[in-house]
């Protein structure tokens, strides 16, 4: 049986046999309702909006709630315009229609089919400026939201300068814009222009401070374009204002991870079709997405033009402290800070899933140490969310969860662009609370772990490929000129990165922190040989 449609409407009996949820309302009437009316477009077609945001829209959908979908635009290689894998294989051949598969701990899996879709489109202006105008400039729309990773919405580089693709969007009028925080803010234009009617821009990443980032990545380029002429003041002003323009805060966290084998063969073996992995560009994709049960979403309640009833379809709604600090605990102590260890580790050991590292005593021990130990002496309480159950839940539910089989190497992805807020933050919270940093040990090994792993060495002393990060090439400038069993070689490569405040949002070498010998010390004995990362960690973490 293919996922489509027609099949929903013609064999709902195979559906109802296999325990497969499908949507109670009527597709088409809802992609009609939404193509005259838009109220909520996405950018970032990825499996965390497969299954988690677009699956928003189908409860609240089915619960007859709203009456309009979501419209995906694909990111995907943005700036160019002959990319349209996701579009072709993820989408259109399923009419828009994914699979989510809810995988509980004990490997029972809950099947839903989400409809709320209701179309696809590229971020490229070349063939689709005019459909996303016509979206944009819409007075019904209320959401424009963004999964998009991030470094999404890193428009410079580490010295200050505008990337290239965005100093090029700088210099071009704005229907030429290539990189995602450009179209956006065309878009933004395009509307200011037609009735400067009010939206919401809520970016869903999962970053300290995300709408703050989103909008001052917006308004850098609109002031450019300003500048040059291609917008006016009123532009700006537009923007600045929370009651025209709103950059909401969000906290999110679900734990989707690329497409599994197993689940794979599960769905076929009911008798579904077209269940095989692909590659979209270099990521392994599906029709289905594996994600963990637990989710949680957090959003500020800042939305000018009206918003449908989200926490009835358990998101929480919430004022922009409460929000800070439900990402916070998460970001900075409770999740990330343990899932980035993991990856930096994982890699090196050459493990294959986290829920088997989690089965190394040692590397238990790691995260514990630096989640209950070192995160929560400075962890932020949100209220809505205990510190102590959440993390209680990741280290003793999620993590270990067999059937959500995440890679160290997809989590290693962008680590420089997560390392500021998963351990700079709890630094910068040592000094602030006037907790001695010297107590530290999880957090600094992982520091050194890391620029273990930018040499491209494992711990057998192997050859091993580095997940793509934008500060790879600026990051092994340094590394490369230190040597693997080689000590005297690390001279003073470490000290340009240790003390980039980009990086960890302070000098590591600042006497308040007063880490960064420690961080060499610790790298120094990962080199020393083969097996030597492990023998650092047996030797501190205790």
Same mark, same amino acid.
């Given at each position: 049986m293919k996922i489509n449609i027609e099949n929903l409407t013609n064999n709902k009996t195979f559906f109802e046999k296999n325990n497969i949820e499908i949507p109670k309302y009527d597709i088409k009437q809802i992609r009609k309702n939404t193509n005259e009316k838009p109220t909520w477009i996405h950018f970032g077609a990825g499996n965390i909006f497969r299954g988690f945001v677009a699956r928003i829209s189908d409860t609240?959908?089915?619960?007859?709630?709203?009456?309009?979908?979501?419209?995906?635009?694909?990111? !995907?290689?943005?700036?160019?315009?002959?990319?349209?894998?996701?579009?072709?294989?993820?989408?259109?051949? $399923?009419?828009?229609?994914?699979?989510?598969?809810?995988?509980?701990?004990?490997?029972?899996?809950?099947?839903?089919?989400?409809g709320s879709i209701t179309d696809i489109l590229h971020a490229d202006f070349i063939n689709y400026y005019e459909e996303l105008k016509k979206i944009f400039i819409s007075d019904s729309l209320q959401i424009v939201s963004f999964t998009i990773t991030e470094k999404g919405y890193s428009i410079k580089d580490s010295n200050g300068n505008y990337n290239k693709i965005v100093a090029y969007d700088i210099e071009n009028e704005p229907k030429k814009a290539k990189n995602i925080m450009s179209i956006a803010c065309a878009m933004l234009l395009e509307r200011y222009k037609n009735g400067a009617y009010p939206i919401a821009m809520l970016s869903i990443d999962n970053c300290s401070n995300n709408g703050d980032k989103l909008k001052s990545a917006v308004i850098d380029i609109a002031k450019e374009w300003v500048e040059k002429g291609f917008a006016d003041n009123g532009f700006i002003e537009y923007l600045e204002d929370n009651k025209k323009a709103a950059f909401p805060f969000s906290m999110i966290d679900k734990i989707t991870p690329r497409p599994s084998e197993i689940i794979s063969k599960k769905l076929e073996s009911i008798g579904l079709e077209d269940m095989?992995? $692909?590659?979209? =560009? !270099?990521?392994?994709?599906?029709?289905?997405?594996?994600?963990?049960?637990?989710?949680?979403?957090?959003?500020?309640?800042?939305?000018?033009?009206?918003?449908?009833?989200?926490?009835?379809?358990?998101?929480?709604?919430?004022?922009?402290?409460?929000?800070?600090?439900?990402?916070?605990?998460?970001?900075?102590?409770?999740?990330?800070?343990? !899932?980035?260890?993991?990856?930096?580790? =994982?890699?090196?050991?050459?493990?294959?899933?986290?829920?088997?590292?989690?089965?190394? %005593?040692?590397?238990?021990?790691?995260?514990?140490?630096?989640?209950?130990?070192?995160?929560?002496?400075?962890?932020?309480?949100?209220?809505?969310?205990?510190?102590?159950?959440?993390?209680?839940?990741?280290?003793?539910?999620?993590?270990?969860?067999?059937?959500?089989?995440?890679?160290?190497?997809?989590?290693?992805?962008?680590?420089?662009?997560?390392?500021?807020?998963?351990?700079?933050?709890?630094?910068?919270?040592?000094?602030?609370?006037?907790?001695?940093?010297?107590?530290?040990?999880?957090? %600094?090994?992982?520091?050194?772990?890391?620029?273990?792993?930018?040499?491209?060495?494992?711990?057998?002393?192997?050859?091993?490929?580095?997940?793509?990060?934008?500060?790879?090439?600026?990051?092994?400038? !340094?590394?490369?000129?230190?040597? $693997?069993?080689?000590?005297?070689?690390?001279?003073?490569?470490?000290?340009?990165?240790?003390?980039?405040?980009?990086?960890?949002?302070?000098?590591?070498?600042?006497?308040?922190?007063?880490?960064?010998?420690?961080?060499?010390?610790?790298?120094?004995?990962?080199?020393? =040989?083969?097996?030597?990362?492990?023998?650092?960690?047996?030797?501190?973490?205790?």
């Open positions: 609240l959908l089915n619960d007859n709630i709203i009456n309009t979908g979501i419209i995906a635009v694909d990111t !995907h290689a943005a700036g160019r315009d002959d990319d349209y894998e996701m579009l072709e294989k993820v989408y259109k051949p $399923f009419d828009n229609l994914t699979l989510l598969a809810s995988i509980k701990s004990d490997g029972n899996i809950d099947k839903k089919i989400i095989q992995i $692909f590659k979209v =560009g !270099h990521n392994p994709m599906a029709a289905f997405v594996n994600a963990e049960v637990p989710e949680y979403l957090v959003i500020e309640d800042l939305f000018p033009n009206g918003r449908p009833d989200l926490a009835k379809a358990g998101v929480y709604i919430t004022d922009r402290e409460t929000v800070k600090n439900s990402e916070k605990m998460k970001v900075t102590t409770c999740l990330n800070p343990l !899932h980035t260890s993991l990856a930096i580790f =994982g890699c090196l050991l050459d493990y294959d899933f986290i829920y088997n590292e989690m089965k190394d %005593p040692i590397l238990k021990k790691l995260v514990e140490k630096i989640g209950y130990d070192e995160g929560m002496k400075v962890v932020i309480n949100p209220k809505i969310l205990n510190p102590m159950d959440f993390i209680k839940e990741v280290i003793e539910e999620r993590l270990v969860n067999p059937y959500i089989p995440d890679s160290p190497k997809r989590i290693a992805t962008d680590t420089s662009q997560k390392i500021p807020i998963r351990y700079g933050e709890t630094l910068k919270s040592y000094v602030k609370n006037g907790l001695d940093t010297s107590s530290l040990i999880g957090i %600094p090994i992982t520091i050194a772990a890391w620029l273990r792993y930018l040499m491209g060495i494992d711990d057998k002393g192997n050859t091993m490929e580095i997940s793509p990060d934008p500060m790879l090439d600026e990051l092994q400038k !340094h590394i490369k000129n230190i040597k $693997f069993k080689d000590v005297n070689s690390v001279g003073d490569n470490l000290k340009p990165i240790l003390s980039n405040k980009i990086i960890f949002a302070c000098d590591l070498y600042d006497e308040k922190i007063n880490l960064g010998n420690r961080i060499e010390e610790y790298f120094k004995e990962m080199i020393i =040989g083969v097996n030597a990362v492990r023998e650092c960690l047996n030797k501190y973490i205790k």
